[in-house]
C-alpha cells in the first residue's frame, strides 16, 4: 500500500511530459492532458482591447494563440467572453493547512501564524505536495483565474539535505500545472539567510535555504524542463530583504541577465514588525531600501507592499513595478490595509494573488480590495476614480493587465497574437442576467458568492466546460489521500 492508500483509480492516459516531472507513488499514474483544442469560440458579449463588443467570433491558432477577433458575426452563442486573471503570488503548500491556524493559540501576528505554517511544512514531501497542487490549480481554473505565478521557497527535505533532483519540489508544481492545464509562472524564491544582515538560516529554515549558485543550479533546472511550453514562464523570486543580501541576490540578477527580461517578485513591507526590524538594520524602510539597492522596473512585481510612506507608494508607482496584492491572505494575518488609492492616483500598477489560499476566488480577491479602501476612507466606489467605468469593471482591468506584466506572459487582452486564455461567465446565470457591459463585471464582483464561470481556456484549450474540470474527481481524491497523510505525520 502507498501512502496515499487505496482506492480505485480509472485507466488513465499517460503523459510523457508530466512523467518526466514526477516520481509517482505505487499504484498511480499521471493523468491525460486536459480539455480539447478548439480553433473557434463564438460568444455574445466580449470584453475586447477597445472596450464590449457583441457577437464575437475569437479564432485560435494552432499554437494557442489568438489569430483573429471579429463582431458582428451572427450565430454567437450566449456567454461574456473575458480575457483570464493571473493569480499572481501563491505558495501551493499552504493549501493544505487552510483553516487550520485559526485558534486562539494562534492569535497575535503574522508571526505566530508563520510559527505554525513551518510545523505543518515538517510533513510535507514532494508526492504531498503535487497532490496539493493539483486540487489547487483546479479550484483556480474553476474559479477564473488562467495563470498562477507560483512562489516557491520549499526547496529541500526537512534537514536541509538536498533531494535527489536538485528542483524537485519545484517540478511537483510544474506537472501539476501541466495535469491540469493552467499556464505557470514558476518563481523559484532565492532564500539564504535567516534575518537582516546575512544573519544564518536555522532550524525549519534550513529546507528553504540556497546559496547563489545552488540557486542559479535549481534556476537552470526549471528552465529546462519547462523550455518549449508556451503555457510555462521561468522567472525569479527573492524571499524577502531578511532572507538575502543585496550582494548575493544581486549575483544572481546578473548571472540571470543573459536570459532576458524575466519576472522578478519580493515579499516585502507585509507586517509593521518588519519595516521596523529593517530600519533598525539599515536605518531605511524596505521599499525605501530596495529601490536603493536595485533597479527596480517592470518586471518587478512587489507581494503586499503593505506599509508605505506616501513617498514609497510614488516611487513604486512610476517605476512600473506592479504591487502583487493578496486582500484575503492580508486580512486573514492582519497585516493591514495597501494603500491603493493613492497609489492609483499616481499611476500605478496591481496584481492579484491569494498568498495562503485561504479563498481561491479572483472575485474575493477583487472584492475585498475595494471594501477596504472603503473601511478606510469611509465612502463608496474608491478605486473606480472617477474614470467612467464600473467600479467592477475598473478593478479587473488592472488586475488583468498587471498580472499579465507581473507574471511575464503574452496574455490579458483578447486580441490577435495574444494568448488564448480566456474566461466565460453564464450571462444567463441569476447573478448576471440582464446585465450588459460593465454591469456584468460589476455584478460578478460585488453581487453575490456563487460562481458565474462557465468555461475556462488556456492556450486554447477548454480545461473547464460547464463548471467542471475533467479530472477534478481524481484529483480531489488523491488530495484527501494526501491530506490524510499529512495530518497522521504531525
Not at 11 to 31: D, E, F, I, K, Q
Not at 52 to 70: E, K, M, T
Not at 171 to 191: D, M, V
Not at 471 to 486: D, H, M, V
Amino acid at each position: 500500500m502507498s501512502e496515499f492508500g487505496h482506492y480505485s483509480t480509472p485507466h488513465w492516459l499517460s503523459s510523457t511530459r508530466v512523467t518526466a516531472l514526477y516520481t509517482w507513488p505505487p499504484g498511480h499514474a499521471p493523468l491525460p492532458e486536459t480539455g480539447d483544442r478548439v480553433n473557434n469560440l463564438r460568444v455574445k458579449t466580449a470584453l475586447l482591447a477597445d472596450g464590449w463588443a457583441d457577437d464575437v467570433s475569437v479564432d485560435i491558432a494552432g499554437n494557442g494563440d489568438i489569430a483573429c477577433v471579429q463582431s458582428g458575426v451572427p450565430g454567437a452563442a450566449g456567454g461574456c467572453l473575458l480575457p483570464g486573471m493571473a493569480n499572481v503570488h501563491s505558495h501551493a503548500h499552504q493549501r493544505a493547512m487552510a483553516g487550520l491556524a485559526e485558534r486562539a493559540g494562534n492569535s497575535g501576528d503574522f508571526w505566530a501564524w508563520r510559527a505554525s505554517m513551518y510545523r505543518f511544512l515538517d510533513a510535507m514531501e514532494p508526492h504531498h505536495l503535487h497532490a496539493v497542487a493539483s486540487q489547487l490549480y483546479v479550484e483556480m481554473l474553476k474559479a477564473g483565474y488562467t495563470r498562477v505565478a507560483e512562489f516557491q521557497y520549499l526547496h529541500h527535505r526537512t534537514d536541509g539535505a538536498r533531494y535527489d533532483r536538485i528542483a524537485e519540489m519545484s517540478l511537483q508544481t510544474l506537472a501539476s500545472a501541466r495535469e491540469t492545464g493552467i499556464g505557470i509562472t514558476h518563481l523559484p524564491a532565492y532564500y539564504q539567510f535567516g534575518g537582516f544582515g546575512g544573519r544564518p538560516a536555522a532550524g525549519r529554515q534550513r529546507r528553504f535555504a540556497n546559496d547563489p549558485a545552488r540557486f542559479l543550479a535549481l534556476f537552470e533546472a526549471l528552465k529546462k524542463e519547462s523550455g518549449g511550453d508556451e503555457n510555462m514562464v521561468t522567472g525569479v523570486a527573492a524571499h524577502s530583504l531578511r532572507a538575502i543580501t543585496p550582494e548575493t541576490f544581486g549575483e544572481i540578477l546578473e548571472a540571470l541577465a543573459k536570459q532576458g527580461p524575466l519576472p522578478v517578485h519580493i515579499h516585502i513591507a507585509e507586517q509593521t514588525r518588519e519595516v521596523d526590524d529593517c530600519i533598525a538594520w539599515s536605518g531605511a524602510r524596505p521599499v525605501e531600501y530596495l529601490y536603493d539597492r536595485f533597479a527596480v522596473d517592470r518586471n518587478w512585481c512587489l507581494i503586499h507592499a503593505t506599509h508605505m510612506t506616501d513617498f514609497e507608494t510614488a516611487q513604486l508607482a512610476a517605476s512600473g513595478a506592479v504591487a502583487g496584492l493578496c486582500p484575503t491572505t492580508e486580512a486573514n494575518l492582519g497585516d493591514g490595509f495597501f494603500n491603493a488609492a493613492r497609489y492609483l492616483a499616481e499611476g500605478g500598477g496591481l496584481a492579484i494573488g491569494s498568498d495562503s489560499h485561504i479563498s481561491v476566488s479572483p472575485v474575493e480577491e477583487l472584492r475585498w480590495l475595494e471594501y477596504g479602501q472603503r473601511l478606510v476612507h469611509r465612502s463608496r466606489n474608491r478605486l473606480s476614480a472617477g474614470c467612467g467605468l464600473g467600479t467592477g469593471r475598473r478593478l479587473y482591468d488592472l488586475a488583468v493587465a498587471g498580472g499579465a506584466r507581473a507574471c511575464g506572459h503574452n496574455s490579458g487582452v483578447i486580441a490577435p497574437g495574444k494568448r488564448a486564455d480566456f474566461i466565460v461567465l453564464d450571462t444567463a446565470h441569476p447573478l448576471l442576467c440582464e446585465r450588459r457591459g460593465d454591469e456584468l463585471l460589476d455584478s460578478w464582483i460585488f453581487s453575490g458568492n456563487q460562481n458565474t464561470v462557465r468555461d475556462v481556456y488556456v492556450g486554447g484549450r477548454r480545461v473547464v466546460e460547464n463548471g467542471r474540470h475533467a479530472s477534478e474527481s481524481e484529483i480531489r481524491q488523491r488530495f484527501r489521500c494526501a491530506l490524510k497523510a499529512l495530518r497522521a505525520r504531525q
